[in-house]
């Protein structure tokens, strides 16, 4: 364990715990150095005197506050604690909250806190009471030179310091395109949501954070052993000439998507399964007639054939029959019967030749 960062107490009421800080996390990213492109020599920066420009030291550097264009007030490691020693040495419980209150968010950055001399009694006696009250204790906290709110949280047997961001610290989401729960664009049908509930579903497992690592680090080292292996550790790779990637189509049909998430193979018209209610029936296909079983080997489907156009004769026929019908008005009643016989014979002569000549037209307009 590295040396502690920072030692005081815990004030909790009256009781008094004497604590010492240290760093809870490491960063593991890569170290990666920067070279000047022409020869390869690392790039190294010095503090410097900007009215010398001569290098100074890390002991001869203090710090201070510029109060006016050049004018600075010194300030040392003493005034800075002296400044309010009782919130530099301590860690100020304020209040005691339910954890699920504080949003993660803002949660910034976590340190352990470990008794110090003679303090272990305290100590224990925090810990198990924010175990069995659930809670989360909310104090502030000068870390440096900056005054933080911290979180004080049991994980397991330790009690770990998590400092807070500030509300002003949160930057809003107005100027965010978020879509709202009422928005006709974000609107999920039932199906989806189930589909999506079933494979979080399939997908939970215990949490077991020694199973996950860093594989993209782990890829960059590859590649750097592969490069000295092939004793191009000099080699700039060059970036290749970008593709035009082709335009996406904005409409996504989640139900393909979800199912398969869930190892099941999409629906073709997985979108139109909830709509089937609102379609319109099916048009019936007409009749075939006798005519027409002689021509079914040539003719289009039902539904593409379009319905034959009234034929001259059937026009023909429409006329001869109304002039007969004005003839037997005019005409006496003993002429009536013998007038509408020859209307009526009129009128198949006219529709046989019509029946006789409708195959035809059809198959030439197939």
């Known amino acids: 364990m590295a040396r502690s960062m920072w030692k005081g107490a815990i004030s909790f009421g009256l009781v008094h715990i004497p604590v010492e800080m240290y760093p809870a996390v490491s960063d593991n990213g890569l170290d990666l150095n920067m070279l000047d492109r022409r020869d390869f020599a690392p790039i190294g920066f010095k503090r410097y005197n900007k009215n010398t420009g001569k290098e100074v030291s890390w002991d001869d550097i203090i710090k201070g506050y ?17 400044a309010n020693p009782e919130a530099t040495q301590t860690i100020d419980i304020l209040a005691f909250v339910n954890a699920d209150q504080v949003p993660l968010l803002y949660y910034e950055q976590p340190y352990y806190l470990a008794p110090g001399k003679g303090g272990d009694k305290v100590y224990a006696l925090l810990r198990e009471t924010l175990r069995e009250v659930g809670k989360i204790g909310i104090a502030n906290v000068v870390i440096r030179v900056k005054q933080h709110l911290a979180a004080l949280v049991c994980v397991g047997d330790t009690i770990v310091l998590n400092t807070l961001r500030y509300p002003d610290e949160i930057r809003p989401t107005d100027e ?22 079933a494979l979080v579903e399939g997908m939970s ?46 409409v996504i049909d989640l139900v393909a998507l979800l199912q398969a998430s869930l190892g099941k193979k999409p629906a073709k018209a997985a979108a139109n399964e909830d709509d089937d209610d609102d379609d319109p029936p099916p048009r019936k296909s007409r009749k075939p007639s006798d005519d027409d079983d002689d021509d079914a080997g040539d003719a289009p489907p039902p539904r593409a054939r379009k319905a034959p156009a009234r034929s001259t004769a059937h026009a023909t026929a429409a006329k001869r029959t109304a002039a007969t019908k004005s003839a ?3 005409a006496a009643k003993p002429a009536a019967k013998p007038a509408a016989k020859r209307a009526t014979a009129a009128k198949s002569a006219a529709a046989k030749p019509a029946a006789e000549k409708a195959p035809a037209r059809r198959r030439k307009a197939a």
């Open 176 to 197: 965010l395109k978020i879509p709202d729960e009422d928005s006709k664009a974000a609107q999920v049908t039932e199906k989806e949501l189930q589909m999506a509930k």
């Open 66 to 82: 510029e109060y006016s264009d050049g004018e600075y007030v010194v300030l040392s490691d003493e005034d800075l604690r002296r």
């Open 205 to 250: 497992e215990k949490w077991k954070p020694q199973q996950y690592h860093d594989t993209y680090r782990e890829d960059i080292m590859a590649l750097i052993k592969k490069k000295i292996a092939a004793n191009q550790t000099k080699t700039i790779t060059e970036p290749e000439p970008e593709e035009d990637k082709p335009a996406k189509n904005n």
């Open 328 to 330: 037997t008005k005019a």
